[in-house]
């Protein structure tokens, strides 16, 4: 088991810089979640860990080893596609057993780790069976166990879960979350899809360009996004923007529409142009007449909740409502923010607003 330590790390393709300087610490038996559109550079990291590919400037230490050069097979990493890899000629123990052979460990120290990691991953059955007569969660299953009989210091996983359906993904995304803290192995898990980022990680790892926009726990970089980027690709439905302006202690929108400062998650006061952020489910009905008049376009019936698609304040949004509220196109709803939930960001450096920013504006 291993930390990572990323120092300055740059990779080129020729004249494109992918990642350009890149810093981050990944603690011992941490679950780390890299998310990002496609393009933003993680996938790519990604394999510079795996020694897949070589770096271009920076330190890359696993534990207290530089390894900047040293082969892929020498780093100890066990590697997880999104196209499973497995040999299709060869049996599921096969499959799990090949590197330990071309290790050359004997027979009699194989088979207790390839029972063991099959029985933890519920494929014991499936042992003498050939990839191509199993479903795809079961040779998800495969691939990881022959991860695991490797033993390694970190484990990497690039989109291992984008080729599952919808509730088969939401059973493996489980079942490798329980799988860390089980065999207590640093973990590193690329994906771009934020449900799965949420729902896994110790820590989140937002990237746009090959640079890190934010690191923090889910609830963190949730709750409080560093900026536009991170407000918009965490969360779903993304987070509602409105162009708007501080007035004293007021909040005023595009119609003229005004919301006490005191709402804000942040203290604002002054004056400047700001854009406020409200997540659809930090709506809340208000009276007629206060608030946001949102009118209704569009009603999503969700069964335990419902998505109101509105325009209010001259910009299109979404609101999560109740479902005994039942809305319909055509209705005006009044809202306004839950207190303490919605944001301010800055139109230019699109960074939040926080207090000591307004105070120094």
Request: charged share 25%.
């Amino acid at each position: 088991m291993a930390s990572i330590t990323m120092r300055n790390l740059v990779k080129k393709y020729g004249a494109v810089t992918v990642i350009p300087d890149l810093n981050l610490e990944i603690a011992d038996e941490e679950f780390i979640v890299l998310v990002g559109p496609s393009g933003c550079g993680k996938s790519t990291l990604l394999r510079v860990l795996a020694g897949l590919e070589a770096i271009d400037g920076g330190d890359l230490m696993i534990g207290e080893t530089r390894v900047n050069d040293v082969p892929a097979a020498r780093r100890d990493i066990a590697m997880v596609f999104q196209d499973y890899a497995l040999y299709p000629h060869m049996t599921v123990r096969q499959n799990m057993t090949f590197a330990l052979e071309m290790r050359g460990m004997t027979a009699a120290e194989i088979q207790p780790k390839v029972e063991e990691a099959a029985r933890l991953l519920d494929i014991l059955p499936y042992l003498d069976r050939r990839p191509k007569a199993l479903s795809g969660g079961q040779r998800q299953r495969v691939a990881m166990g022959r991860a695991i009989v490797r033993d390694p210091q970190v484990f990497l996983f690039d989109e291992p879960l984008s080729n599952l359906d919808a509730k088969l993904r939401g059973q493996v995304r489980a079942e490798i979350k329980t799988l860390s803290k089980k065999l207590k192995t640093t973990m590193v898990f690329v994906t771009h899809d934020q449900v799965e980022a949420m729902t896994m990680a110790d820590r989140i790892v937002v990237m746009k360009s090959g640079i890190i926009q934010q690191v923090g726990s889910p609830e963190e970089v949730y709750e409080n996004p560093r900026n536009l980027f991170v407000a918009s690709f965490i969360g779903a439905p993304s987070m509602n923007f409105l162009p708007a302006r501080i007035e004293g202690d007021e909040i005023v929108l595009a119609d003229d529409s005004r919301l006490p400062t005191a709402l804000m998650a942040e203290a604002a006061s002054g004056t400047g142009e700001v854009i406020l952020g409200i997540r659809p489910e930090h709506f809340e009905l208000v009276a007629e007449g206060q608030g946001l008049a949102a009118d209704i376009d569009l009603v999503e019936p969700l069964g335990s909740d419902t998505l109101v698609h509105a325009r209010a304040a001259g910009q299109e949004i979404i609101a999560r409502v109740s479902p005994d509220l039942r809305p319909r196109a055509g209705q005006r709803l009044w809202l306004s923010p839950v207190a303490g939930k919605a944001h301010l960001f800055d139109p230019v450096t699109e960074e939040r607003i926080n207090s000591q920013l307004r105070q120094n504006a």
